[in-house]
């Protein structure tokens, strides 16, 4: 196949172990700037909900009628000198992200008033409603929850992202499973520094009174927490003075009727968030605490699909760069939430340690069940090499879903389309070697040589560009392999 393929057999044949060894695809890449006007690309729904200084509606794509969620946010109504980069701040942390947890992000649009961030559809309620419906929650149900907001924690400060406005009103919960979709005072954190930011009800008193870290979040969780086991705040006053001078000298109390009924593991985790900084517990330890263990091995998910996911990665092969990258595309833009909400679930079944992304000895643990120990040892090798787009030696949410998803599904002549817009940026119906290295490697690391020697793989009529035919072509022709290879199997 390709433009020179003889001259090349055995050297590039499109492998990329041939040819991308330091490249790296990340998730972010198919996370853009779209430059069409919004309605052009979605028909707005109803208004989902309105805040100071955003409106978030249900929209639909037309192209396909996807139900997403888009928040549409006043530029005028942002405060302060630096609203661009504000914008762009908080673009780029959302970009980011990759966690069950949190909401999925799909793109941007921009004009001269607002900002528009297209978003995974939730069928959730908001948190906070649901806290005021219930009293208090039972130990198992507030673990469950604080699991949740723990991992989401551990894996942004592992990032040294803080998200620094965490409250219920930040997040929805759809059974229960909770998902984060708010990002906008997140903010990548290296030193200790000085900002007011967040809500004065779930702000640690050194973001209030001094510097902060990513530590500040713990702080908050801490609140969540006692607000679930008791049904109030712990530092409310009489007024806004008195709760800001009880969070500043961390006075809050842990006895009384309701708290001789919660058990003392509990309330030491209280006592590890609610403090000063100093002392305060980490998310990663918070996660492992033994209040959090005790019920996690209860609740333990079953997840009936987790043998066919097994089987789907152990299968996974990636035999082309530019195939990859449609197959990430597809992965981040095209897949149903159904889908995301199984395997969802089956990724923090496997990752056990809940840091957001699964580990050689993750996997070796999971296949050691059917296939011993020495199999499963060399299967992870061979899982690895495949699925390990980025090369930082971890399997992340979005190359788990890639590989466990069964991408024939969504190989669909419009949804190949999609793709194929997506990489052709200035629309001229073909892609470039310079459209190609944008999506493909953010970083650039692969030389533009190589990068041509790629395109020529897949360029059948040699123009130098990769127009629509041949781009379906280099994707169908996967599933059709694939197709065969089943059906092999089972004859
Ligand atoms: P926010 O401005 O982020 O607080 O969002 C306002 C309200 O819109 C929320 O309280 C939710 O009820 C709703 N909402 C926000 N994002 C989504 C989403 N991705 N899916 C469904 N509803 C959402």
Redesign the pocket.
């Given at each position: 196949m390709g433009c020179a393929i003889s001259s090349r057999k055995g050297k590039l044949d499109g492998n990329r172990h041939d040819v991308d060894s330091k490249g790296s695809i990340k998730p972010s890449a198919f996370v853009a700037e779209n430059t069409n006007r919004l309605t052009d690309i979605y028909k707005l729904g109803k208004l989902?909900?309105?805040?100071a200084y955003?409106?978030?509606r249900?929209c639909y794509l037309k192209e396909n009628g996807a139900k997403r969620?888009v928040?549409i946010i006043k530029k005028q109504s942002l405060s302060g000198n630096n609203i661009r980069q504000k914008i762009e701040n908080e673009k780029e942390i959302i970009k980011s992200l990759d966690h069950p947890n949190i909401?999925r992000f799909y793109e941007f649009f921009e004009d001269a008033k607002k900002l528009y961030i297209i978003?995974?559809?939730?069928?959730?309620?908001?948190f906070?409603s649901q806290i005021l419906q219930n009293e208090s929650y039972s130990e198992i149900q507030a673990a469950k929850i604080m699991y949740q907001i723990f991992s989401i924690l551990s894996y942004l400060h592992d990032k040294n992202i803080a998200h620094r406005d965490l409250k219920p009103?930040?997040m929805?919960i759809d059974k229960d499973t909770l998902?984060v979709?708010?990002f906008a005072e997140a903010s990548v954190i290296t030193t200790r520094i000085s900002q007011k930011v967040g809500s004065l009800f779930y702000s640690a008193p050194e973001v209030m009174f001094g510097t902060h870290t990513t530590s500040c979040d713990l702080w908050s969780a801490g609140v969540i927490l006692y607000i679930l086991l008791t049904g109030y705040h712990p530092f409310s006053g009489i007024n806004d003075d008195e709760t800001l001078k009880n969070i500043k000298n961390i006075k809050y109390t842990t006895t009384g009727k309701i708290w001789n009924q919660i058990s003392s593991l509990a309330k030491e985790l209280v006592s590890l968030l609610l403090c000063d900084h100093s002392r305060r517990i980490s998310a990663n330890d918070a996660l492992h605490h033994p209040w959090i263990l005790n019920f996690t091995q209860i609740f333990s998910p079953e997840t009936p699909i987790i043998s066919s996911a097994l089987e789907n990665l152990k299968h996974f092969t990636n035999t082309s760069v530019l195939r990859d990258a449609v197959h990430f595309f597809l992965t981040m833009q095209r897949v149903s939430t159904g889908d995301i909400k199984i395997l969802g679930e089956v990724f923090k079944k496997i990752d056990k340690n809940d840091d957001g992304k699964i580990s050689k000895q993750e996997l070796i643990n999971e296949y050691t069940n059917t296939l011993g120990v020495i199999q499963a040892e060399s299967e992870v090798e061979k899982i690895m090499k495949e699925v390990d787009t980025n090369n930082d030696g971890y399997i992340n949410y979005t190359e788990f879903l890639k590989a466990a998803l069964d991408i024939r599904k969504m190989l669909s002549i419009e949804n190949l389309r999609a793709a194929f817009r997506n990489f052709d940026k200035d629309f001229s119906g073909r892609i470039s070697v310079l459209e190609l290295k944008r999506v493909v490697s953010e970083r650039n690391l692969l030389s533009h040589k190589t990068w041509t020697e790629i395109l020529k793989e897949v360029d059948l009529n040699c123009d130098g560009e990769i127009d629509l035919i041949e781009f379906e072509k280099l994707v169908l022709m996967k599933g059709q392999a694939e197709t065969e290879e089943n059906a092999d199997d089972k004859n």
């Open positions: 989902l909900g309105s805040g955003a409106d978030v249900i969620a928040k909401i978003m995974e559809y939730s069928n959730g309620s908001e906070f009103e930040s929805l998902k979709i708010d």
